[in-house]
């Protein structure tokens, strides 16, 4: 039975460790093979002067060159070197009495390598292994006293005093082992005949051969030598050479021949018939290699990979027929071929990427490897055109990517670059990468409205709460950076805040009226919108917006004069030789409105001699139609009706009362006059005729007073044929529109007072076509206000005009 203990007991052996700071930054540390995972090596932080904190705010870690297997780590919290994977010095370092293993360390921020040693120390963890169970010696029975046949020795993965240091022999009577050493240091048994053989007492023995390592827990392997007695056989194969060269391309077919080893025998016979096999071949070794047993042939049986492996040492014995042998060396050198592409590692990656970051910011790390050797190995690397961003070579063979130019997200979100890695072998191979990289958003660009300028429209009388108009604004960033609040900024319209006119929807930009609109009050205003986003800091910008309120037919048309009845009423003299066309009066209207709903026409709805007087359709002018005659009523009353143009249309209506007479003395007693069918004509007589007796004589002196007053000064206030109207007695926002019926400046009247019945008013018409209507001057709603503004103060004056 082999003896051995098992993996375990490689905790029970203590950790230690030498460092040795080395030139470069280089550092060496020692460790047993075997640890358990997590079992610390050495403090990275204390030998590189780094507090532990660093190592992770640098990204810190240990690559093993030319594996992808990771046997160490660093942990980031203490800066301790743990053990990552099994690490086997037999499996990495072969029977070398040095296993050395190189790492990588490698730390970001500045990019930053060291170089790692350790040192991987031996323990006993492999037993003595025979190449066989069963060792078959034929010995002639002739043999003498102190003959000695070889036995292999046992092959111990282990080192130094953990390899086979003794072998013990089952006692016997016949054979002693005694172990010996080669001139190259390799060790083998021989089996010493201490007694002569009988082959008719014995004809066979199997003799137990212990081989024992010098470990602690020192184990064993064990071998039976099988002896059988024979006739003498003196002469062992002899090999031509001791050790035999050969090189091997990697990649080589199955069964391709790599050497052929050859060894001869002095016997003859069945004692000089050699035969050749493996004596000492590894697991791995036996799977690469065949040997003809016949010829020494040695062919290749699998995939021979340079980069697994570069040499291969294999131990060829040859025996004659009855067990007499010796060995040979063969060195097997590998050579490489160029059969491995680069392979490109990142390392780190700045993923997304700030558009405001400036060029030569480094985003990301790449390590490429190549396991081939030599020029085969070498690599050079490229990136992409048409990408703001390139490959700058660092330490080994790492690359920094670094940005070329300034980014921005709104023109290009996303980039997908390709590294590309080739060797420098013959043929070269190559390998791809690719990356991809976003942009992230930064608050660079601010709202921008889609028009310079808003105009909304909207008719007066609207609905509060109504829709003006829409306003968008367009942010190209991402997200918050992009989201757009509307709103008003503070503002004042007619002396009140502009909120109490219009407000914004903030999400959609949507303008509404607050309250309702009067065009006869406001006709249009502007207000200032502001867009901004939601980033930080916000960005925003502003846009003016006009709102325009257009005119409703809501005013009917108001009539100026003749004025409103109340307790008094004024009547128009007309001449009796007044002929056809003249002008006998004007009725005067406005409208509040404009435009077409501003235009006003004008209709006599009912006289009492309705072919006598006509009037101007949008003039108002009340003239006569044909000439005057005696037959006609002196009493005249025309009801006008005045109406605008809007849709629907309003209106007004009026009366006029003309009086026609060629003097005052035939004008009855104003509060007799009655222009109702009621009162009987003799009344009106007797009426007439007291006030011509009573008044001539003042009535004459009067008018030559007046007719020499104004010689001297010219009339403020007549208007040919119709009544004075100051223009300030109109309502505000009357427009004076040439041609539609409203206020115009072509007709002027003088007033004249008299201290007559306080219940009559009497006016004359003149022409007058030299002077306007003083804007600034305060028109009287009523008759009596009227009389108001020439100063009476405590009557109701009589109110007379003259013709001159």
Known sequence: MMGGGSLHHSSFFV?????????????????????????????????????????????????????????????????????????????????????????????????????????????????????????????????????????????????????????????????????????????????????????????????????????SP??????????????????????????????????????????????????????????????????????????DEKTGAIFVAGDIDYEERSKYEVMVEAKDGYGLSSEAKVMIDITDVNDNAPVIHVKSLTNPIPENVSPGTEVGIINVQDRDSEKNRQVRCSLQQGVPFKLVPSIKNYYSVVSTGQLDREVVSDYNITITATD????????????????????DNPPVFEEESYSAYVSENNKAGSTLCSVTARDPDWRQNGTVIYSLLAAEVNGAPV????????????????????????????????????????LSSNVSVSVFISDVNDNPPQILYPAPEGNSF????????????????????????????????????????????????????????????????????????VKDNGQPSLSATCSMYLLISDNLAEVPELKDISYDEKNSKLTSYLIIALVSVSTFFLTFIIIILGVRFCRRRKPRLLFDGAVTIPGAYLPPNYADVDGTGTLRSTYNYDAYLTTGSR??????????????????????????????????????????????
Not at 239 to 268: G, H, R
Not at 427 to 438: E, R, Y
């Open 218 to 291: 020192q184990k064993s392997g064990t071998v039976v030598i099988h002896v059988i007695v024979l006739d003498a056989n003196d002469n062992a194969p002899v090999f031509t050479e001791a050790v035999y060269t050969a090189s091997l391309p990697e990649n080589a077919p199955l069964q391709t021949p790599v050497l052929m080893v050859s060894a001869s025998d002095a016997d003859e016979g069945v004692n000089g018939e050699v035969t050749y096999e493996f004596s000492r071949l590894s697991d791995k070794s036996q799977t690469l290699f065949s040997l």
């Open 759 to 804: 219940t009559s008013d009497f006016k004359f018409v003149s022409s007058y076509n030299d002077n306007t209507l003083p804007a600034e001057q305060t028109l009287r709603k009523s008759p009596s206000d009227f009389a108001d503004a020439f100063g009476s103060a405590d009557s109701s004056p009589e109110l007379h005009f003259f013709s001159r």
């Open 499 to 538: 909120s109490s006119y219009v407000s914004v929807n903030g999400d959609t930009g949507v303008i509404h009226a607050v309250r309702s609109f009067d065009y006869e009050q406001l006709r249009s205003f502007k207000v200032q919108l502001m867009a901004r986003d939601n980033g930080s800091p916000p």
């Open 424 to 443: 420098e072998g013959s043929p070269p191979l190559s390998s791809s990468k690719s990356l991809h990289l976003s942009v992230a958003d930064i608050n």
């Open 15 to 215: 950790l230690f460790f030498v460092m040795a700071h080395c030139a470069h930054g280089d550092l060496s540390f020692s460790a047993s093979e075997e640890l358990k995972l997590g079992s610390v090596i050495a403090n990275i932080a204390s030998d590189l002067g780094l507090e532990p904190g660093r190592l992770s705010a640098r990204r810190a870690r240990v690559d093993m060159e030319g594996s992808d297997k990771q046997f160490c780590r660093i942990d980031l919290r203490s800066g301790d070197l743990l053990v990552a994977e099994r690490i086997d010095r037999e499996e990495h370092c072969g029977e070398k009495p040095t296993c050395l293993l190189r790492f990588d360390l490698l730390l970001e921020n500045p990019l930053e390598l060291h170089r790692l040693s350790l040192q991987v120390q031996d323990i006993n963890d492999n037993a003595p292994i025979f190449s066989k169970d069963v060792i078959k010696l034929e010995i002639r029975e002739s043999a003498d006293k102190g003959a000695k046949y070889r036995i292999n020795a046992a092959h111990d993965a282990d080192i130094g005093q953990n390899a086979v240091q003794s072998y013990t022999l089952q006692s016997n009577p016949h054979f002693v082992f005694n172990t010996q050493t080669t001139g190259a240091g390799n060790k083998y048994g021989e089996l010493v005949l201490n007694k002569e053989l009988d082959r008719e007492e014995q004809k066979e023995m199997k003799l137990l051969l212990t081989a024992l390592d010098g470990g």
């Open 570 to 641: 004024m009547t128009e003299l007309v001449p009796k030789a007044a002929h056809g066309g003249s002008l006998v009066s004007k009725v005067i209207a406005v409208d509040a409105d404009s435009g077409q709903n501003a235009w006003l026409s004008y209709q006599i709805v009912k006289s009492t001699d309705p072919g006598l007087f006509t009037i101007g359709v949008h003039s108002g002018e009340i003239r006569t139609q044909r000439d005057i005659s005696e037959t006609d009523s002196m009493k005249q009353t025309l009801i006008v009706s």
